[in-house]
């Protein structure tokens, strides 16, 4: 009987374990956006997170009909990169438990600005963005593809 009580214990530690980690969640994976325009796919590097764009709702340019490029950015010559493919995040390092933070690029408007990622449920990803004391933020959905 000790034999099956050590074995049901194992069992509930098991368990436990597997919830916690789904309760934190896993920050890798594909991530659709609040506005359901943009996924990305979020994967550890570097000791810390990287995000880049990997689809589009609207990845063809109307008034061009070519694919859409990363036009608001001042640099002329990143402005004419793909937006499939761009970077979203940089010097995004761990901050705290399930949290990173550094800096998130806007194709919006061509800036980049501080940044604060966390998990806030195994399938909600907080996506914050600040200009001084100012912040606004978004929750993105973990995406099949």
């Known amino acids: 009987m000790a034999c099956r009580s050590g074995f049901t214990?194992?069992?509930?530690?098991?368990?436990?374990?597997?919830a916690n980690a789904q309760a934190s969640g896993e920050v890798s994976g594909i991530w659709l956006t609040q506005a359901?325009?943009?996924k990305?796919?979020?994967s550890r590097c570097g000791g810390g997170?990287?995000?880049v764009v990997v689809w589009l709702r609207n990845p063809i340019n109307p008034a061009t009909g070519k694919p859409e490029v990363d036009n608001k950015n001042p640099n002329p010559s990143l402005a004419r990169r793909p937006m499939i493919g761009l970077p979203l995040f940089s010097g995004m390092r761990p901050s705290g438990p399930?949290?990173?933070?550094?800096q998130i690029y806007n194709a919006d408007d061509g800036n980049s600005y501080a940044s604060n990622v966390s998990i806030s449920g195994p399938d909600t990803l907080k996506v914050e963005g600040c200009v001084g004391a100012l912040c606004g933020g978004e929750n993105w959905t973990r995406s099949a593809r």
């Open 98 to 102: 399930n949290r990173w933070s550094g």
């Open 49 to 51: 997170i990287c995000g």
């Open 9 to 18: 214990i194992a069992i509930l530690m098991a368990l436990l374990g597997a």
């Open 40 to 42: 990305v796919r979020v």
């Open 36 to 38: 359901g325009d943009a």
